[in-house]
């Protein structure tokens, strides 16, 4: 049962999308990106570190919503890669990438929300003007054991 406006809306965004009793050993992690332009953002993925440091684990699924765009620029950019499980594969792929043939960009619009599989590279492109703000949030069907010592991740 939600309790606090993030969890209401995450609970609103998410109850369509997963059953509940599928991640009852995981949870979901949240987090709030404001950025105001100019700025722009590296390529990266929704992971941990697994505790060899040279393998990555990541979530099921991951969605960025928007609840207020008021910007000029912050696309969400996003890679047409496979699974890459360590560090060497994700710096392979992104030397070897064609940005003109395996990128996806989707303009933020207030109240839209982007799912992908949280295994793809991506990044906010550059915010020319504006502030562009983001719930982000992805679901693990597996607690991490990273996230023992994380606060916000609930079960």
């Not at 209401?8 to 009852?24: E, V």
Request: charged share 25%; with cysteine.
């Amino acid at each position: 049962n939600p309790t606090s406006p993030i969890e209401k809306a995450l609970h609103h965004i998410w109850k369509d999308r997963i059953d509940p009793k599928d991640f009852r050993d995981g949870g979901i992690e949240w987090w709030i990106n404001k950025s105001e332009g100019p700025a722009s953002n590296p390529w990266h993925l929704d992971l941990v570190e697994a505790e060899q440091q040279t393998e990555y684990q990541s979530a099921s699924l991951t969605v960025a919503y928007y609840p207020w765009i008021d910007c000029v620029g912050g696309l969400l950019e996003i890679l047409d890669n496979e699974r890459s499980n360590s560090k060497d594969e994700f710096r392979t792929i992104l030397r070897s990438m064609d940005p003109h043939t395996q990128v996806e960009r989707i303009k933020p619009k207030t109240n839209r929300a982007v799912f992908y599989d949280s295994y793809r590279i991506h990044r906010v492109a550059r915010v020319y003007s504006g502030v562009r703000e983001c719930l982000a949030s992805s679901v693990w069907l597996k607690k991490p054991l990273t996230f023992n010592n994380k606060a916000s991740y609930n079960i």
